[in-house]
């Protein structure tokens, strides 16, 4: 099983990969409760109740979601 520090390290990677904001990244990996699988299923469809939670975890603007900018004024 993995430690927090292992799953915050493999999202950040995975969030870098994808070109998305580690804030969005995060959010998709709690509402997906760490199944990979699920977490590119909702990176690929997108999500409000991710947008949200991203939102929640920063004072950032706008966020970017792949080649997507995300403003929070349209959340």
């Known amino acids: ?3 927090q520090q292992s799953k915050v390290h493999h999202v950040g990677e995975w969030a ?3 070109n998305t904001s580690p ?3 995060e959010a ?3 509402v997906a ?3 990979e699988k699920m977490a590119e299923k ?3 469809n997108g999500s ?3 947008l949200s939670l991203a ?3 920063t004072d950032k603007d706008s966020l970017f979601w792949g080649e997507q900018t995300i403003e929070r004024k349209n959340v």
Do not use: G
């Open 16 to 18: 870098s990969l994808r």
């Open 28 to 30: 998709i990996f709690e």
């Open 48 to 50: 409000d109740e991710v």
């Open 55 to 57: 939102f929640e975890k």
């Open 1 to 3: 099983m993995q430690n």
């Open 23 to 25: 804030e969005i990244a």
């Open 33 to 35: 409760k760490f199944d």
């Open 42 to 44: 909702i990176w690929e």
